[in-house]
């Protein structure tokens, strides 16, 4: 009886000992706040064991954003893609931040990815986290009003060895910054500046069709009219949009 009391707690032990280690890995995606941003102040290390940025492997963001700027409420596809010799796991979480926070507005465009932290970031899905030695992943962003000026792409990408478990794994961090365009205010109607507004009556001059936003990037209104008047819209910060011109505006 003894000896059946004695080898019923090392049978227990034995089986702790011997029982798979419990992953703290995300085959699924992202929990959220891991891209190495000023907001997020956080990376895939706090899941995965590894030292950041070691190893050999790159990550890098790219975008079509041209050169003189992106214009808000236009939309842009931004990529993230990794690179390291025989690896058939990654994953990410990507973010998009400026001076006064979370900037823009990401769009899924596929069944490999999936939104994270509040919908401010992009993560990859169980569906995608597959590859071989180069891993892509591209998302659509929408610049809004909270995005004036400039706005930084923040992304943590993730190589995994695939072991079913947090050991063994890379987290490399990139980043890519990006500037509104400017448009230069003239006070004529001519081709690049097609229209203008008054801000005393809340009226837009005009000789071509235009798109009003709201700083959410919704469009509110649409007018071809010479004269338009949007004081019925409610007080916030709109965008004017022709095909030639892009200007912010404030309703009071």
Request: hydrophobic fraction near 35%.
């Amino acid at each position: 009886m003894k000896k059946s009391l004695l080898l019923f707690p090392i049978t227990i032990a034995l089986a702790i000992f011997f029982y798979p280690t419990t992953s703290h890995s995300n085959s699924g995606g992202s929990p959220g706040g891991k891209t190495n941003s000023p907001l997020d102040a956080q990376t895939c290390t706090g899941c995965h064991s590894g030292t950041l940025n070691s190893g050999v492997g790159t990550a890098s963001i790219t975008s079509d954003i041209p050169v003189n700027g992106y214009v808000i409420g236009n939309t842009y596809t931004i990529t993230l893609t990794g690179v390291k010799a025989n690896c058939t796991k990654f994953g990410f979480e990507l973010t998009a931040e400026d001076a006064s926070g979370k900037a823009g507005n990401f769009m899924i465009t596929d069944n490999t990815t999936k939104f994270v932290n509040s919908n401010n970031a992009v993560s990859h899905k169980s569906s995608g986290n597959s590859g071989n030695t180069t891993k892509s992943w591209s998302v659509d962003w929408m610049p809004t009003a909270n995005s004036s000026n400039s706005t930084t792409f923040y992304a943590a990408l993730m190589f995994a060895n695939g072991n079913g478990n947090n050991n063994g794994d890379y987290i490399f961090t990139t980043s890519l910054t990006v500037n509104e365009e400017i448009v230069n205010a003239v006070n004529d109607l001519s081709l690049k500046n097609d229209f203008t507004f008054n801000t005393v009556n809340k009226t837009i001059e005009t000789t071509n069709a235009i798109l009003v936003y709201d700083i959410n990037g919704k469009l509110v209104l649409t007018t071809k009219e010479k004269s338009t008047t949007i004081s019925h819209l409610k007080n916030g910060i709109y965008i004017l949009k022709s095909e030639n011109k892009t200007q912010k505006i404030i309703l009071n």
